[in-house]
């Protein structure tokens, strides 16, 4: 009997020593949301096998060694049309596993604790399958780019109710307004959850989104909203899968203007060949809602999306991966969007991501070279830093008028590079009534002339002026010539 019970024991603690089972690990965040991390597992001798969910990442355990004593699993997922992967390592401790990943092969461990979830919790909702194409109408909104602040390059996840009030407040008295910016923006992190009846929540940094919008409206601005068209956003939170009608007409509700719908959790469930019927859907969603919402895609600029971006009633759609507060960044985006001039037209503009004027990693060359670049491309003039206390000279770069002009140009039509001389290179927009922006960029880090022949830019002009320094240039000769500090540029309204 004896024998018997040690053996039945032995049996046990062998079945319970077994990696098999789906493990969370909780992660409870102050604005009263939390993280999960699912790591579903069989393990079958030495074997590991099943999935692992970082939230919105979903990846099939491709390699393992080890078992409960000591492992490593290695997860796998298609982005698109590239391979993602993660790597965890862990044993397990009684009745917990536990688990960490490195950024880099030699950084330390991040460790974490699983415990043990019911079967089921956590897998990827079921497909829905994407609606069959069609042409959804224009929504006849932002005949020129929209301008305005969004919270991400400054604030990321630390954005709540009193800093887009404070913006608001900014933004209506501090000339940027009276210049033409429109909208304060609030990006990823304002979600919650859904209550019983499938509405979308705010959560505590955000107590009352209608409220808020009010306040915004009431100082003559408007106000936009993220969400994303996967089960959860790129930070992580609730997205509008399979709630897209519903989050129209609650954003409609709340007296949203402007939303901005990114890809991120979508890749689990789509792939890039779907992403059109999927725009789609909230593109009808948000015309069915009743109010004037403008509609900005945001999915890196895959799948050639300014080919069908207006079809899905898009205003604006971005081009690049996300932008960085750093030279090298902002000029690899900015200077790679030549090819994509023909998309660009009233309604419907290419958007090279925010700004990152005044976010300090740049000079005010750097911003000044931003700035004009953004408006040459007909680009989203979207503010990306604190609004609430910018310098003079920041200031000054983000409400130039006479470049703001340039940018909202009625025509609509985006520049293209028109002569490229090493690190220096000239491009022009054409405007409104026959006049043209030339811009002349010194990519090079130390200054250098630049010299732009009237001939290669339709003859020589009536008039001339430099829009940063605010005074007509001198017409005398067959060019115009100038000395163009490093990373910097001139910027000319040229016209008959
Ligand atoms: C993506 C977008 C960013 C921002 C973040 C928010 O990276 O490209 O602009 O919206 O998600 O999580």
Known sequence: ????????????????ADLTGNW???????????????????????????????????????????????????????????????????????????????????????????HRAPEGEGAMPARIPPPALHRVKDNGLVRTPPMGWNS???????????????????????????????????????EADRNAQGNIRTNKKFPDMKALADYVHSKGLKIGIYSSPGPNTCAGYEGSYGHEEQDALTYAKWGIDYLKYDWCGAR????????????????????????PIVYSLCQYGRADVWKWGPDVGGNAWRTT?????????????????DELAPWAKPGHFNDPDMLEI????????????HMSLWSILAAPLLAGNDLRNVPPAILEILTN?????????????????????????I??????????????????????????????VGGKPAKARDLWTHADVSLTGPEYSANVPAHGVILLRVGR
């Open 321 to 337: 991966d996300d932008i960085r507060d750093t030279w090298d960044s902002m000029s690899k985006i900015g200077f790679s969007q």
């Open 427 to 456: 491009w022009a927009r054409p405007l409104a009534g026959g006049a043209q922006a030339i811009a002349l960029f010194n990519r090079g880090g130390a200054a250098a002339n630049i010299s732009v022949k009237w001939a290669d």
């Open 401 to 425: 008028r006479e470049v703001i002009a340039i940018d909202q140009d009625k025509l609509g039509r985006q520049g293209k590079r028109i002569s490229q001389s090493g690190e220096q290179e």
């Open 1 to 16: 009997m004896k024998l018997l019970s040690i053996l039945l024991l032995t049996v046990a603690t062998c079945a319970s």
């Open 152 to 190: 991400w390059n400054k604030f990321a996840g630390r954005v709540d109710d009193a800093g887009v009030r404070g913006m608001a407040d900014a933004m209506a008295t501090n000339g940027m307004k009276a210049a033409g910016y429109q909208f304060i923006n609030i990006d990823d992190t304002w």
């Open 24 to 114: 969370v690990v909780k992660d409870d965040l102050s604005d009263g949301t939390s993280r999960r991390q699912y790591l579903n597992l069989k393990q079958e001798g030495p074997k590991i096998t099943g999935t692992i969910r970082v939230t919105q990442f979903f990846y099939k355990i491709s390699d393992s060694t080890g078992g409960p004593e000591g492992f490593t699993i290695t997860g796998t997922m298609m982005d698109g049309h590239s391979p993602r992967s993660v790597k965890y390592e862990g044993k397990l401790v009684g009745d917990e596993l536990h688990v960490g990943t490195r950024r880099r092969p030699d950084a330390p461990l991040s460790e974490l604790v699983a």
């Open 268 to 291: 689990n469930i789509y792939t890039d060949e779907e992403m059109q019927a999927v725009y789609q859907k909230m593109g009808d969603a948000l015309q069915a809602s009743g109010r």
């Open 358 to 369: 005044g976010n300090g990693g740049m000079n005010d060359d750097e911003y000044r070279t």
